[in-house]
């Protein structure tokens, strides 16, 4: 306690550079990292209730998220080449 109010006191934190703006809590990259994050919570949570609550073995698990992964590939791909092509397809 004492060390902070000395900090304070003898305004050392002038001499402290500020955060980049790269890496705010409100940036573009700590949002999409805040982003990831939840997603990878929402996959534990998932493969959680695949395994415990429906009973499906673990590689059933890794399977209906490896062909969930394939699947929205393909549909990204496709708004993408329509996009590209400008929707002439």
Not at 9 to 20: A, C, L, Q, R, T
Not at 36 to 49: A, D, P, T
Request: hydrophobic fraction near 50%; avoid cysteine.
């Amino acid at each position: 306690k004492a060390a902070f109010i000395n900090f304070i006191n003898d305004k050392e934190w002038k001499s402290i550079e500020p955060v980049s703006s790269w890496f705010g809590p409100s940036s573009f990259l700590m949002s999409s990292m805040s982003a990831l994050f939840k997603l990878s919570m929402w996959i534990r949570h998932g493969h959680g209730y695949l395994t415990e609550n429906l009973g499906i073995p673990v590689w059933g698990s890794y399977a209906v998220f490896g062909l969930a992964t394939l699947f929205l590939g393909m549909v990204l791909g496709l708004v993408s080449a329509a996009l590209g092509a400008g929707g002439d397809l």
